[in-house]
């Protein structure tokens, strides 16, 4: 696998206006689904990101799932079993990860599963506590 999406990549996608938009959306189109994933948990976060954003910016559950289904056909989706799950969470928390990084902690560990080569985020700073393995695959769009 090439590449891993991150949803602080993916949610600009949906909004022309976000200031990363252009970028991650040029990035996310140089890939196919054979070259590119994301976490599956990523489907959660994109759907509480896009449906509880303020203002004009917030969309309907609709409208979200519409999204979620171009991600599924765009990219390959990543899942770890029970015992995965709990090891990453572990392995974070003695790294002294707390709070929502968690959750990139739970998505660099789908990423590693992938063998993916490149990590693309806009949250470079989080995944720099996960570990040499994930730090070194990590770029920006």
């Not at 189109?29 to 489907?43: E, I, P, T, V």
């Not at 969470?89 to 959750?103: D, E, S």
Request: charged share 20%; glycine share 8%.
């Amino acid at each position: 696998m090439n590449a891993f999406f991150d949803t602080s990549v993916l949610v600009p996608v949906f909004y022309d206006d976000h200031e990363h938009h252009g970028t991650s959306l040029e990035c996310l189109l140089r890939f196919n689904r054979k070259q590119a994933c994301c976490g599956a948990h990523s489907f959660a976060e994109v759907y509480s990101s896009l449906t509880r954003m303020p203002g004009k910016h917030r969309i309907s559950g609709a409208q979200a799932m519409l999204f979620l289904n171009d991600m599924r056909e765009r990219l390959t989706i990543v899942s770890l079993d029970g015992h995965e799950y709990f090891d990453a969470i572990a392995r974070a928390g003695a790294a002294g990860v707390v709070g929502g990084t968690i959750y990139d902690a739970v998505l660099a560990r789908c990423a590693l599963k992938a063998k993916a080569d490149i990590i693309y985020t806009w949250n470079v700073k989080h995944y720099g506590q996960f570990g040499w393995d994930a730090a070194k695959r990590v770029r920006t769009p």
